[in-house]
C-alpha cells in the first residue's frame, strides 16, 4: 500500500512505541515501555470487539533501511510477528513535492488461549484489520507532517507611477505684431520596472524523540533520536544533565552523576537556525536502594483471610459434616478449595466452592466410603487464591467397618487411593493435591480436562521444595503433562510428602473442570 505522507513522518510515528494510545486511541488503552540486555519491550493494554488483554511485545527498528519489527513475547498472541518497511515513492500523490511513502507489511498471527477458538477469522479480515492500524499511522504521521511543513507565496510588488507633465509658460501678447515663441516640452522620465520578490522556504524545525532511558548505579543511558526538517539524521545534539554538567554527541548518550537525586536532563538539536528540546527527569538513588522511575506508587490491596469451622468436635461412620467459613476481602480467586485429610495425612475429600458477595460460604461432606478410616483426629484445610491464604480445624472421627459397603469401582486404579475426584481449577491458578509416602511407591494415574475455551490443563508432580519453586520457574518435576486435555501417568517415589498439581496459571479466561483418579503402590 502508498501514503500521500512523507516518509520520515509515517517511520517516525510507526517506530515511535511510547505514544501507541495517541495513534490507536480505539485499541490501545495503555503502554509501558522497559529495555535490557535482551532489547526493547512494550507492555500494551488492548481491546478489540468488547475484549480486552495485556500483551508483551518486542521490538526493533532500523532507519537505515526504515523497517520496523516486533514479535509478541508473552500474552494471547504470543509468537506473532510483525515487519513492516517503508520507503519513498512519488507515484501516489502529486500534492507531497518530495513524495509519499510505500508501505510493505508482512503479518504472522499465531493464536492462543481464548483467541485459538477463533478459527473463524479469515485472512481477509485479518489484511483489513491490518490496513486500518496502518491508516492510524498514516492518519498521525499527517498532523506531524501539517506541524512542519510550511507555505511558500509569491509577493509581487508594484511601484507607483508617477508621470511629470511641464508646465506651460503663459503666453503675452505683445503691443505689436511679433512671432510667438513655442515652448519646449519637458521629457518624461521612463517608468520603472515592477519587481517581484520571492521569500526563500521558511527552515523546518528539527524533530528530537526520546525513547526511552536506563538507569545502573549512578549512570543513566538516554535513548531517541533526532533529525532535521528534511529527514537528514543529526548527530550534533547538546544534553544538559541537570548537575552542570553538559556533552554533546548523538544518542544514545550516558552521563554519571556524582550523587543520588532527581535531575531534569534535557537534549536540545539545531538545525538551520531552529532548535528543538525535549526534557526528561532521571532519579538517581544510593548505592543501597534500587533505582525507581518517576512513577505514582499503586497502593497495595489489602490481604485477604479465611476462616473454617465444622458443626461439631466429632462425628462417626454415616454422620454428614456441615463445613462454614468466611473470606475476607475477595479478590480474583473465585472459589475455596476445601480439603480433607486422615490420621495418616492422606486425601479423604477435596471439593470448591465459591464465596457469596459476603464472604460466606457452606458445604457438607458425607463420612462413607473406604476413604474414611482410620479412626483419630481428621483435619479440614480451606485454601483461598494463593497457598499462603489458609484455614483449618480438626474434628475427631470414630471409623465403624460396614460389611455391606460394595466392592470399590473397578474404574479406581489399584493400589491404596490417593483421590478420585473433581476439581474446578480458574484461570491464573492452580490446584495442589498433597499426599503423603511411607514406603517407596509406584504412584499411577489418570486426569481429564473439559471448559468453554480449550480443555487443555498442566499436571505436576513435586516434592515440598520444588512446589515452592514453582511459580518461579526454577523447579524440578517427577512428571509433566504439557497442556493436554487427557493423560495418564505412572513413576516411582521415595518416601515422603509429594503433591499433585492441576495447573491453569498460563489460562487468561478460562476454568478447567479437571477429573483425576491415583492410588500407588508400595514396591
Not at 496502518?134 to 508621470?163: C, E, F, H
Not at 526520546?210 to 548527530?235: F, P
Not at 481428621?378 to 489458609?390: H, K, R
Not at 480458574?426 to 490446584?431: F, I, K, L, M, Q
Request: net charge neutral.
Amino acid at each position: 500500500m502508498s501514503s500521500d505522507v512523507k516518509n520520515q513522518y509515517y517511520y517516525q510515528v510507526l517506530t515511535d512505541v511510547k505514544d501507541y494510545q495517541l495513534t490507536f486511541p480505539d485499541y490501545v488503552q495503555s503502554v509501558s515501555l522497559t529495555q535490557n540486555n535482551f532489547g526493547n519491550f512494550a507492555d500494551l493494554s488492548v481491546s478489540g470487539k468488547g475484549i480486552g488483554y495485556d500483551l508483551q511485545m518486542s521490538y526493533s527498528s532500523d532507519p537505515a533501511s526504515s523497517t520496523f519489527s516486533g514479535v509478541v513475547s508473552r500474552g494471547e498472541y504470543s509468537g506473532s510477528t510483525v515487519t513492516i518497511t517503508t520507503s519513498k515513492t512519488w507515484s501516489f500523490y502529486t500534492k507531497v513535492p518530495d513524495g509519499g511513502t510505500k508501505i510493505h507489511a508482512e503479518l504472522k498471527l499465531k493464536n492462543s488461549g481464548l483467541f485459538s477458538a477463533l478459527s473463524f477469522v479469515s485472512d481477509d479480515s485479518i489484511k483489513f484489520g491490518l490496513q486500518q492500524a496502518l491508516d492510524k499511522v498514516g492518519d498521525r504521521a499527517k498532523v506531524i507532517q501539517q506541524k512542519n511543513i510550511g507555505t511558500t507565496q509569491l509577493v509581487a510588488t508594484t511601484p507607483t507611477q508617477t508621470t511629470t507633465t511641464p508646465s506651460s509658460p503663459p503666453i503675452t501678447t505683445p503691443p505689436s505684431t511679433t512671432n510667438i515663441p513655442t515652448p519646449t516640452p519637458t521629457p518624461i522620465s521612463p517608468q520603472p520596472t515592477p519587481s517581484v520578490t520571492t521569500p526563500s522556504p521558511a527552515p523546518k524545525l528539527p524533530i528530537i524523540t526520546l525513547y526511552s532511558s536506563s538507569v545502573n548505579g549512578m549512570t543513566v543511558t538516554i535513548y531517541g533520536d533526532a533529525h532535521s526538517g528534511s529527514g537528514k539524521t543529526l548527530s550534533n545534539i547538546s544534553f544538559n544533565w541537570g548537575d552542570g554538567q553538559s556533552s554533546t554527541g548523538q544518542f544514545p548518550q550516558t552521563h554519571t552523576y556524582s550523587q543520588a537525586g532527581t535531575y531534569t536532563t534535557t537534549a536540545t538539536v539545531i538545525d538551520s537556525g531552529l532548535s528543538s528540546s525535549i526534557t526528561t527527569n532521571v532519579v538517581i538513588s544510593t548505592p543501597t536502594q534500587q533505582a525507581q522511575p518517576p512513577q505514582t506508587t499503586q497502593p497495595t490491596p489489602p490481604q485477604s483471610t479465611v476462616t473454617i469451622k465444622t458443626d461439631l468436635s466429632n462425628y462417626k461412620t454415616g454422620d454428614t459434616i456441615v463445613i462454614t467459613g468466611h473470606v475476607t476481602n475477595l479478590n480474583s480467586a473465585s472459589a475455596v478449595t476445601i480439603r480433607i485429610v486422615n490420621p495418616s495425612q492422606n486425601l479423604v475429600l477435596v471439593t470448591q466452592i465459591v464465596p457469596s458477595s459476603d464472604g460466606s460460604f457452606t458445604t457438607t461432606a458425607t463420612t462413607n466410603g473406604s476413604l474414611w478410616q482410620p479412626s483419630g483426629t481428621f483435619t479440614v484445610i480451606a485454601q483461598y487464591g494463593s497457598a499462603n491464604i489458609m484455614s483449618q480445624t480438626t474434628f475427631y472421627f470414630t471409623y465403624t467397618p460396614t460389611p455391606s459397603n460394595p466392592a470399590p469401582s473397578n474404574t479406581q486404579p489399584s493400589g491404596t487411593p490417593i483421590g478420585d475426584i473433581d476439581y474446578k481449577v480458574s484461570a491464573g491458578t492452580y490446584t495442589p493435591i498433597p499426599f503423603t509416602l511411607s514406603c517407596s511407591a509406584t504412584v499411577s494415574g489418570t486426569f481429564s480436562s473439559t471448559a468453554g475455551l480449550g480443555d487443555d490443563i498442566m499436571i505436576f508432580i513435586f516434592d515440598q521444595n520444588n512446589l515452592q519453586k514453582f511459580t518461579s520457574n526454577s523447579y524440578t518435576a517427577y512428571y509433566e503433562s504439557g497442556k493436554v486435555g487427557t493423560g495418564s501417568f505412572n513413576i516411582n517415589l521415595t518416601p515422603g510428602t509429594y503433591y499433585i498439581v492441576l495447573s491453569n496459571l498460563y489460562s487468561s479466561f478460562s476454568t478447567k473442570n479437571v477429573h483425576i483418579q491415583a492410588s500407588y503402590t508400595c514396591n
